[in-house]
């Protein structure tokens, strides 16, 4: 079945950076977008940017230009999420999203990948 | 790009039909048939209901309905049974050179 599977929980100091992966199954890679939104605990959802797996073009929200790289390795499917810089406040669960039907619309996702920055 | 506005919360009994509404501006909302609504339950992952403001992804109950007006868009859910209760939220193409998404802030769905 369709799928993305994400890395494990990370913790980090503030400063640093974390990268998060996103493999993907079930599906040709090259042909969905895949887009990055973040939750911080009782928040909502915040959307980060997107990248196109087969050109590996990338746009990303304004909030995170300069501090975020959204990468992929297409020989095994998986997509990157790297945020530099960190600070307390990028303490949330990441999700990685496929694009659906639009494109502007997420009908797969990660399970979520919880990244904790503290010092 | 500001978030778009829903209201915090909603609430109907089991049977009932409720309806929230998602505003935002002519460059998201207003300006492009892009919306879209998910489900999310505790410690899971957001869930598609609604895309392009009224379709329904296969496996969705027609239970559950979009529309749109200028610049605020809006998800019924008719018949409300006890495993609707959960956040919604809503989210629009805002258009700009990076293909920019917007969420809405999100709707805690209670069924009383």
């Known amino acids: 079945q369709v799928q993305l599977v994400q890395s494990g929980a990370e913790v980090k100091k503030p400063g640093a950076s974390v990268k998060v992966s996103c493999k993907a199954s079930g599906y040709t890679f090259t042909s969905y977008d895949i887009n990055w939104v973040r939750q911080a605990t009782g928040q909502g959802l915040e959307w980060m940017g997107w990248?196109?797996?087969?050109?590996?073009?990338?746009g990303y929200a304004q909030k995170f230009q300069g501090r975020v790289t959204m990468t992929r390795n297409t020989s095994i499917s998986t997509a990157y999420m790297e945020l530099s810089s960190l600070r307390s406040e990028d303490t949330a669960v990441y999700y990685c999203?496929?694009?659906?039907?639009?494109?502007?619309?997420?009908?797969?996702w990660g399970q979520g990948t919880t990244v904790t920055v503290s010092s | 790009q500001s978030a778009l506005t829903q209201p915090p919360s909603a609430s109907g009994s089991p049977g009932q039909s409720v309806t929230i509404s998602c505003t935002g501006t002519s460059s998201d909302v207003g300006g492009y048939n892009y919306v879209s609504w998910y489900q999310q339950h505790p410690g899971k992952a957001p869930k598609l209901m609604i895309y392009?403001?009224?379709k329904r992804p296969s496996g969705v109950p027609d239970r559950f309905s979009g529309s749109k007006s200028g610049n605020t868009a809006s998800l019924t859910v008719s018949g409300l049974q006890a495993e609707d209760e959960a956040d919604y939220y809503c989210?629009?193409?805002?258009?700009?050179?990076?293909?920019?998404?917007?969420f809405g802030g999100g709707t805690k769905l209670t069924v009383l």
């Open positions: 999203a496929r694009g659906g039907y639009s494109g502007y619309d997420f009908a797969v």
């Open positions: 392009e403001v009224s």
């Open positions: 989210s629009s193409y805002a258009g700009s050179n990076n293909f920019e998404v917007v």
């Open positions: 990248m196109n797996p087969n050109s590996g073009n990338t």
